[in-house]
């Protein structure tokens, strides 16, 4: 599993998560409202944005019939349909080049998730440096071989898939010309709870596909994101709005400004942390040897004197022997003269 890069970002084995910041349709349907979110997200330290690229009718047919009509009281978008949904949500393809502008501009890759091949061809017209395949294509085989044609990097989302699915996915990815691949766990539920995250599915995923893994996250808060990290995520993923109150199809399971800040902060405090499997002091602990308990010389003594608990004594600092010779010296005599105070060694016995 080799790093590489995303616009000189390295990914992967030793750099810190790379933090995406997904817009979706947070922006309301205003360009203004759109750019503030890529100004308060570089201003928050994300490393990326991501927009999505289609309109209601590549995703759909215009009904409100059966499947067509979203009636799950427990969804987000319950009473809506799914035309209706995308035609609020879709971000006007107009749009993206001052997007993509606004994100260079402060110094962050801005890229998105192509839903066919007209927006990959859009997509490409901007010269976007990677692609994102959202959980709900991540079986569009199609799809997939038209973006892994491009030879940028791509990021697939692994919500609903079945290892079998994943296979072919990432066979077909490959096979099409993709050579930089980066897969994210991710439970495509809106929000998620830490219950169904199922974090091993990392370590899992990094053997079976010899890849980056990453979290495509929605669930609530921070603690996910950092905890995955220590599993080995090596990008990070979270819906980003400038505030839940404005409300917005996905607001309700977005990240705002903080919150995002404190993401970035704490997954690479996280990635620090982790660095590797060792034993003894590292350079930093040394000077707090002389802290440890030894053995000392509590009373002062003469020659032939025997060591007694009154006066060997495991006390600080770490000058000493090492406690463990206690039982050992116990009842042995000095051979000189020694003041209180002094750390024990054999030498004292003469």
Known sequence: MSPFSIASRSIGAGSAPYIIAEMSGNHNGDLNRALA?????????????????????????????????????????????????????????EWHKPIFDRCRALGMVGFSSPFDATAVDFLESLDVPC??????????????????????????????????????????????????????????????????TNLQTIPALQTLFDCPIGLSDHTLGIGVAVASVALGAAVIEKHFTLSRADGGVDAAFSMEPQEMQQLVQETERAWLALGSARFGPVDVEKKSLLFRRSLYITQDLQAGDPLTPDNLRAIRPGLGLPPKYLPILLGKRVSQAVRRGTPMHWDLLG
């Open 131 to 196: 692609y994102k395949v959202a959980s709900f294509e991540n079986t569009d085989i199609p799809l997939i071989r038209r973006i892994a044609a491009t030879g940028k990097p791509m990021i697939i989302s692994t919500g609903m898939a079945t290892m079998a699915e994943l296979d072919e996915s990432v066979r077909a990815a490959r096979g099409a010309g993709c050579r930089e691949l980066v897969l994210l766990k991710c439970t495509s539920t809106y929000p998620a709870t830490p219950a169904n």
């Open 37 to 93: 979110i890529v100004e308060a997200a570089a201003q928050a330290g994300a490393h990326a944005l991501k927009i999505q690229t289609y309109t209601a009718d590549t995703m759909t047919l215009e009904s409100s019939e059966g499947a067509f009509f979203i009636s799950d009281p427990n969804s987000l978008w319950q009473g809506s349909s799914l035309y209706t949904l995308y035609e609020e949500a879709h971000t006007p393809w």
